[in-house]
């Protein structure tokens, strides 16, 4: 049962454009949204979050906003960079100090010179 | 960001045989550390919360007599995979959370295990 669902696997972009990588989930108990970015051969690394009682976060380039009503998320990269290639992945979690990370499958993204 | 270590990166072992994959927090004492597994084109699935000191809390579906965890110090735990079989090949990733209630976990570059 998948409850966090990134349905597009791969994404190009030139670079200078913006990136937007989308998330869906169906568990309406998510509090707390991440984002992760993977470099091959290495571990997730924690990339921005956003609670559920904003709509929108922002941090440099990467912007999270989350649109509870349609259980939909969506990170913003601007402006793309080609070191931001990488696979990213949005996680979700279930109520506050939860162990539990609800992962999608990630998306590639390649970020085209 | 937090240095997660993972050993061996890459594991390939006869069915029946057991592996034990070490995952170290380099940076912090991790009071708490988790095990995933991530299958083909599948997301990261938790298998089990490792907490210093007391057993591991296995996630529904995940046997805890085949998938050993011990956190036996702040830095250091082992997961081990007793008696692997070729659908036990996968790719197994710990991360580590400095104090209950935060949310950042910090992830290890995980280990490909292989059982022919």
């Known amino acids: 049962d998948q409850q966090v669902k990134q349905n597009s696997p791969s994404l190009s972009v030139q670079e200078g454009r913006i990136s937007i990588l989308n998330c869906d989930y169906t568990n309406s108990m998510f509090d707390y949204f991440l984002w992760y970015k993977k470099y091959p051969a290495e571990g997730p690394t924690f990339l921005i979050s956003i609670s559920s009682i904003k709509d929108k976060n922002e941090d440099g380039r990467f912007t999270v906003f989350l649109n509870k009503s349609a259980k939909h998320l969506s990170l913003h990269i601007v402006p793309s960079q080609p070191g931001d290639s990488a696979v990213y992945f949005c996680a979700a979690r279930r109520q506050t100090g939860a162990n539990n990370l609800f992962f999608g499958t990630g998306t590639r993204l390649t970020v085209i010179p | 960001g937090a240095v997660v270590s993972q050993h061996p990166s890459w594991v390939i072992c006869k069915s029946g045989t057991s592996v034990k994959i070490e995952c170290r927090s380099l940076d912090f004492q991790a009071t708490t550390m988790f095990w995933y597994r991530q299958f083909p084109k599948q997301s990261l699935m938790l298998m089990a919360t490792?907490?210093?000191?007391?057993?591991?809390?296995?996630e529904q579906g995940v046997e805890k007599d085949k998938f050993l965890i011990n956190h036996a110090s702040l830095t250091l735990s082992t997961l081990t995979v007793t008696s692997a079989h070729p659908e036990d090949s996968s790719f197994y990733i710990c991360s580590s959370r400095r104090e209950r209630g935060t949310d950042t976990q910090y992830f290890g570059p995980g280990t490909r295990l292989t059982v022919l």
């Open positions: 490792s907490n210093e000191g007391s057993k591991a809390t296995y």
